[in-house]
């Protein structure tokens, strides 16, 4: 039996990792490492799969906004920055034995024609369920379909 394909929202302030270097990564796929937060963590290790869609939101910046969409091509595995010293995300708590933290990798497929800012999304009663504007601090966060589809229309996508 396949589960039905399930939605994300990923942060990431561009300083660090933009949507565009994604788009710049061999075969425009890169793993989704240090998240340090055991919330998103449990849905990187037992929610996230292969095939599901993914928004691209630059957080931290003037106008936080989705500005594109990838998708999941590896399920939850662990993330092998946290038993690098060297890393940034390093945990001295994390072994081979016990990881603690798990990362997906996922692929660019393609940015919205338009940003969907913070702000406009507030302006939509149909997104205000979602976890992002409930001021959820989580990295990776579900989404509905519906709220999916809705922003992909707002972003002139869909």
Request: hydrophobic share 35%; with cysteine; proline share 6%.
């Amino acid at each position: 039996m396949t589960r039905d394909r399930r939605f994300w929202l990923f942060k990431s302030e561009p300083s660090c990792f933009s949507f565009d270097d994604l788009k710049a990564c061999p075969d425009s796929t890169e793993h989704w490492d240090g998240v340090r937060n055991f919330q998103a963590r449990n849905l990187l290790r037992d929610e996230i799969k292969p095939g599901d869609g993914v928004l691209f939101y630059h957080s931290s910046i003037a106008e936080p906004a989705v500005v594109g969409i990838a998708e999941v091509v590896r399920g939850g595995y662990p993330d092998w920055t946290a038993l690098d010293p060297g890393a940034e995300h390093f945990d001295h708590r994390a072994s081979s034995d016990n990881p603690i933290w798990f990362m997906v990798d996922v692929r660019y497929v393609r940015p919205l024609k338009t940003p969907v800012t913070l702000n406009e999304m507030k302006m939509h009663s149909e997104l205000s369920g979602m976890v992002l504007l409930k001021r959820s601090r989580l990295s990776v966060q579900p989404v509905t379909r519906q709220e999916w589809e809705h922003i992909l229309r707002l972003g002139g996508v869909h």
